[in-house]
């Protein structure tokens, strides 16, 4: 059995999965709450595997640690001890989040842009930029601050505690379209999961859609051409499960994030039937590394 931890706001992630694409992981995956174990104080730890998400915001996210994080880690240490590491996914203490993720990605040359702490007075910082929390979702893409200039000027006007200032990383193609690709880590595998084509420089979803782009999307999922490289950034991070969101600059991939709690698969109905083959493929692929990491379970 696999236990997928997380916190009550974000349980619906898998649900919705479970529900749909991901049925026939049903009686393979347990959703287990936080909230729950933490009430229970006293929860047994059944053999298994066990995927911590929802470990930034959800278990606090300022030192010192916050009770439930460290009740976190505390559990997670009782599980590798009684599992031992392959079988406990992602770490509630050392699994790198958003600023400590791109800070070692860029050290280790594997991206091409840098990351702040905003205000901090880097002398190196190179514009455009744009400024994101540490933490959560951005839907609305925020201004790209061509020059030092206009980034003290929008300094003044926010708070910049948990602020970042991100350095902006051109990757469009000839025809000025973006492409921001998604994978899985589960484990040892690297699963594909979309290529989303866009005009905005801030890809949220797949804003074009033809036969052309549906056949790209599907050329991708099949060869999964960035294995290596996401795997060693995940190993890097020291992040397990999640989904690694990146685009290609001169042929090399540029991570922006490793998100470790991330929407599975769009519902059906929510997305053009044109990408149903895509998701099929995809949760073929994902059930399969599932019931890798959990060979007890079969």
């Known amino acids: 059995m696999i236990y997928y931890l997380t916190s009550e706001r974000n ?36 053999s298994g595997t066990y995927i911590f998400t929802s470990i930034g915001q959800s278990l606090g996210t300022r030192d010192p640690p916050s009770p ?13 001890e009684q599992l031992g590491p392959a079988r406990v996914l992602n770490d509630p203490s050392h699994s790198l989040r958003r600023f400590g993720l791109l800070r070692a990605l860029g050290e280790a ?16 910082m190179r514009f455009p930029v744009f400024l994101r929390h540490e933490y959560g979702t951005v839907w609305n893409a925020p201004a790209l601050l061509a020059t030092r200039e206009a980034y003290e000027t929008e300094l003044t006007r926010t708070d910049n505690a948990g602020l970042l200032a991100i350095e902006y990383c051109d990757t469009r193609d000839a025809h000025g379209i973006y492409r921001k690709y998604g994978c899985f880590v589960v484990g040892e595998r690297i699963v594909p999961r979309h290529l989303f084509l ?11 859609v033809d036969g052309a782009v549906v056949g790209e999307e599907l050329a991708f999922l099949e060869a999964n051409p960035h294995a ?7 190993r890097l991070a020291n992040i397990s499960y999640g989904r ?22 769009t519902r059906p109905g929510e997305d053009t039937p044109d990408r149903n083959p895509a998701h099929e493929k995809f949760a073929a692929a994902f059930a399969a590394a599932m019931a890798a990491i959990d060979p007890a379970g079969a």
């Open 198 to 208: 866009s005009r905005n420089w801030l890809v949220k979803s797949a804003d074009i």
């Open 109 to 124: 040359d594997l991206n091409r842009f840098q990351v702040h702490r905003a205000g901090d007075g880097a002398a190196d």
């Open 68 to 80: 439930a994080r460290q009740w976190a880690i505390r559990l997670h240490a009782a599980l590798i």
């Open 244 to 265: 690694i969101d990146y685009a290609l600059l001169d042929g090399a991939p540029q991570i922006w994030e490793i998100n470790i709690t991330p929407q599975i698969v």
């Open 228 to 234: 290596e490289t996401l795997l060693r950034a995940c």
């Open 11 to 46: 349980a619906g992630v898998m649900q919705a999965f479970l529900g749909t694409w991901g049925h026939s992981l049903v009686r393979r995956i347990a959703i287990v709450s936080y909230e729950r174990l933490i009430a229970e104080k006293h929860f047994r730890l059944p």
